[in-house]
């Protein structure tokens, strides 16, 4: 909510808390914790029900919210990504791949395969990529789809900043490379949702 005054603009607290959380990454207070309880325990209490307090529970908001951020978890471009918008892109990334798919195929793809992908991922850390070639992914390296699953796939783990080809079409093998890892626990948690998906 925005609404010009006669002199400025005034912001609403869905548009200040962006600002107001890298005020609080910028200032880098010191124990800033303990300084808002410090000003919580000793603010009069009709203080703490007028403006005062809503300010106080802003910078609050903004501070828990910048304490919930995995710091490790970055975008191509460096910048700061929380877990959510990763899963929302994966999400949006499955939705429009399955569309091209069903397209192209007139079927709806498996998908399980990406989540199991993906826990394979978190086991793999530190390395540059691996391969994998089992029986159960033949689908996806062979047959009269397999150029579809392989665009599907390389649509959702590019969101995760992983490449997939196929090494062998004969072997059904393929292979996941690392342009930029993740923590564990983001491979996992995104393979729990498209597990969840195909429920």
């Known amino acids: 909510y925005q609404r010009r005054v006669r002199d400025g603009l005034v912001l609403g607290s869905e548009d200040k808390f962006p600002i107001l959380s890298y005020v609080v990454v910028r200032a880098n207070v010191p124990a800033l914790f303990s300084e808002l309880q410090l000003v919580r325990d000793f603010a009069h209490g009709t203080q703490l029900r007028e403006e005062a307090g ?49 397209a192209a195929t007139t079927r709806v793809p498996r998908v399980l395969w990406l989540a199991e992908l993906l826990l394979l991922c978190g086991t793999k850390r530190g390395a540059t990529g ?5 029986l159960e992914y033949a689908y996806i390296a062979r047959g009269a789809e397999s150029e579809h699953y ?18 062998d079409d004969e072997a059904a093998s393929v292979r996941v490379a690392f342009r930029r890892p993740y923590p564990l626990y983001v491979y996992s948690h995104v393979s729990g949702v498209l597990q969840q998906g195909c429920k």
């Open 150 to 167: 392989i665009a599907l796939g390389r649509r959702v783990l590019d969101v995760l900043g992983l490449d997939l080809e196929v090494i």
């Open 130 to 134: 691996f391969e994998v070639d089992a």
């Open 54 to 102: 809503f300010r106080l529970v802003e910078l609050e908001q903004a501070l828990e919210y910048v304490n919930t951020l995995d710091w490790n978890l970055c975008d191509a471009d460096g910048v700061l990504v929380p877990l959510r918008v990763i899963e929302q892109r994966v999400v949006a990334a499955l939705a429009a791949a399955t569309s091209d798919f069903t």
